[in-house]
């Protein structure tokens, strides 16, 4: 169900707007993501970091799957037509609303003319914004996210990102003035820092066995660092190499989170818009969760692995699912 669907039967809405006067490095409009396509090669997309984009919609009384802007470094600025609410969560991007500087992982009112300004990352990578009632943005194949490769998605459905100009509509339902006017914020302990260093839980994968118990030995006891040519597809890691990986496999499935193992011996681990088939030999899979904190590490952020298990990956899964997905629950 949409942000559209969500709030056609209930009070009526009207329909608010902004303007994009500087998108920065790269701003995506993201949702929870496409899925039911992979069969089709389309990757899943979706938001990189589903905690702190789970808090930005839950701030405003949203759906889970309503549509936000993923930020990646920030440097972005942008102007309220009309008045709205807003909620700003993830990397520190340093906020600021007519030039009044903002915390983040709280959620605000905007007067009609107001300028909303984000400056460069100080700590994680991605931040996000979200607007009451999500960004209206055209359904392809059940999502609004932007898929860059696959040229799907986003604020007109082919794909590209944000860009100098382009305007924003969302819709607010009519509520009262008080929670108009409401600033609601992130408990301390739901609050990230993002830090310099990592630690992934994986689940061994299908492939776990056929690597050297040397190999699988080298990669828990070592350090890793994320390499400056990671992105949305996935976060190469460098650090010592993986001796003698077993060698490429026929193309299989592949998800985010999966942990591939080229020939060179440098792991890679898949995000959100991997490629839906491949061949290198996988060592196990990223925690669900756990890849939220890896989508917020920045060039030079050390990466340590531990052997986790599928039983508690899932159930960590299902507990933050639940939670935002009752987020329309704080509204009122």
Not at 7 to 18: L, Q
Not at 47 to 63: C, E, K, M, Y
Not at 101 to 121: F, K, M
Not at 137 to 147: D, F, K, Q, W
Request: aromatic letters at 8%; a negative charge.
């Amino acid at each position: 169900m949409n942000s559209v669907d969500l709030f056609s039967s209930g009070p009526a809405v009207n329909s608010y707007h902004a303007t994009i006067l500087n998108p920065g490095a790269l701003a995506l409009i993201q949702d929870r993501g496409r899925m039911g396509s992979q069969h089709l090669g389309i990757c899943t997309s979706g938001v990189a970091d589903s905690h702190a984009a789970g808090w930005a919609n839950r701030l405003l009384g949203n759906p889970s799957d309503a549509a936000v802007i993923e930020l990646c470094l920030g440097n972005f600025r942008m102007q309220f037509e009309s008045e709205g609410r807003f909620a700003i969560t993830g990397a520190e991007l340093g906020w600021r609303l007519n030039g009044k500087p903002l915390e983040n992982w709280r959620s605000y009112h905007a007067d009609a003319g107001a300028t909303l300004e984000a400056g460069i990352a100080s700590d994680g990578l991605r931040g996000y914004l979200a607007f009451s009632g999500g960004i209206e943005a055209p359904l392809v194949c059940g999502s609004r996210s932007t898929s860059q490769g696959d040229g799907l998605g986003g604020l007109d459905g082919s794909g590209k990102p944000l860009a100098k100009g382009d305007g924003l509509t969302f819709e607010c339902p009519a509520v009262s003035e008080p929670y108009q006017t409401a600033v609601r914020f992130v408990p301390n302990q739901f609050r990230r820092t993002y830090g310099t260093a990592v630690t992934l839980r994986i689940v061994p994968s299908n492939q776990f066995d056929t690597f050297s118990k040397e190999c699988v030995y080298r990669f828990f006891s070592g350090c890793y660092t994320v390499a400056s040519d990671s992105d949305r597809m996935g976060v190469r890691l460098t650090g010592d190499a993986l001796p003698e990986p077993p060698g490429n496999l026929v193309s299989e499935a592949v998800s985010p989170g999966a942990i591939q193992v080229p020939a060179n011996g440098q792991p890679i681990v898949l995000m959100h818009d991997c490629q839906t088939i491949g061949g290198y030999p996988k060592l196990g899979h990223v925690y669900r969760v756990d890849l939220d904190r890896l989508a917020q590490a920045r060039p030079g952020t050390e990466v340590r692995f531990v052997l986790g298990n599928r039983a508690e990956s899932q159930h960590e899964w299902l507990l933050q699912s639940q939670f935002f997905s009752s987020a329309t629950q704080t509204q009122g």
